[in-house]
T-cell receptor, first 114, second 114 residues
Framework: KAGVTQTPRYLIKTRGQQVTLSCSPI?????VSWYQQTPGQGLQFLFE???????NKGNFPGRFSGRQFSNSRSEMNVSTLELGDSALYLC?????????????FGDGTRLSIL | AQSVTQLGSHVSVSEGALVLLRCNYS??????LFWYVQYPNQGLQLLLK??????LVKGINGFEAEFKKSETSFHLTKPSAHMSDAAEYFC????????????FGAGTQVVVTP
């Protein structure tokens, strides 16, 4: 069974631009969660989508948004990029039917802002 | 509210020695607990999880963890360290109703010396 796939793996942008990251979950998984990982703040939850609906949201500004498609694939968008948005963005998928079901992570997209 | 504390941001162990990584949590309801490992330039890989039932759980690569409710702890151990265990380890907590919103500890970097 294929794992969680994130594209692209690396991305370089400049301040003020916008970016879209993609995540394909494990087949059969309906929940996709997104996390931001930085050396200073660690792993922080961005949001979760389940059956095309946002089910959970972390404490990030509105510049961070996401969506989920009918095939459970998810995209995350960041607008008006800031230097502080440089991070590893991880997505994770799970069956999503219960909070005790483990999340399975992709290898992440490393975003660098110049 | 819930939080996760990992004691020790860096741990150095000799090859063949015991690995002990500490994790304490606070949660107003019985939590679901997870340990993940992250190798350089990769995502997080699930080592083991505790949801209900037996408090001693075994995971992959020879790791195990014990849920101790009275101590609000979920420490990770491995009897004999291998060079391939060098990585960063994260303890994570979820709770009923939080769905895909994992809360992570700050992580512990493990160095294995020959």
């Amino acid at each position: 069974k294929a794992g969680v796939t994130q594209t692209p793996r690396y991305l370089i942008k400049t301040r003020g631009q916008q970016v879209t990251l993609s995540c394909s979950p494990i087949s059969g998984h309906r929940s996709v969660s997104w996390y931001q990982q930085t050396p200073g703040q660690g792993l922080q939850f961005l949001f979760e989508y389940f059956s095309e609906t946002q089910r959970n949201k972390g404490n990030f500004p509105g510049r961070f948004s996401g969506r989920q498609f009918s095939n459970s694939r998810s995209e995350m968008n960041v607008s008006t990029l800031e230097l502080g948005d440089s991070a590893l963005y991880l997505c994770a998928s799970s069956l999503g039917e219960n909070s005790n079901q483990p999340q399975h992570f992709g290898d992440g997209t490393r975003l660098s802002i110049l | 509210a819930q939080s996760v504390t990992q004691l020790g941001s860096h741990v150095s162990v000799s090859e063949g020695a015991l690995v002990l990584l500490r994790c304490n949590y606070s949660s107003s309801v019985p939590p679901y607990l997870f340990w993940y490992v992250q190798y350089p330039n990769q995502g997080l890989q699930l080592l083991l999880k505790y949801t209900t039932g037996a408090t001693l759980v075994k995971g992959i690569n020879g790791f195990e963890a014990e849920f101790k409710k009275s101590e609000t702890s979920f420490h990770l151990t491995k009897p004999s360290a291998h060079m391939s265990d060098a990585a960063e380890y994260f303890c994570a907590v979820n709770r009923p109703g939080s769905w895909g919103k994992l809360q992570f500890g700050a992580g512990t970097q493990v160095v294995v010396t020959p």
